[in-house]
């Protein structure tokens, strides 16, 4: 599975739609979250993917997540293989 696959799946799993409804051009407005849904989805991701997400960073929109995810790992792939 993707570092996309997997952010897709814990933001679909939170929002609780099909993965077919979420797409690298979302955003957390246009998902309907809210600060506190973001926070959880991020610690989430953190732990899915063994990284440390810094809170400086805004992302716009679920490329950025995984683009940020991509260039900061490690990725703990056997989590997600």
């Known amino acids: 599975m993707s570092v996309e696959q997997k ?3 814990i933001v679909a799993d939170h ?3 099909s993965e077919d409804r979420i797409s690298l051009d979302s955003t957390w407005d246009s998902l309907g979250l809210d600060s506190l849904d973001i926070t959880e989805i991020v610690m989430e991701i953190e732990e899915s ?6 809170d ?10 995984v683009k940020y995810v991509e260039e900061n790992g490690p ?7």
């Open 7 to 9: 952010i897709k799946e």
């Open 15 to 17: 929002v609780g739609c």
């Open 49 to 54: 993917c063994d990284i440390e997400m810094n």
């Open 56 to 65: 400086d960073v805004e992302f716009d929109t679920l490329a950025d997540v």
């Open 75 to 81: 990725i703990n792939r056997e989590r997600f293989p």
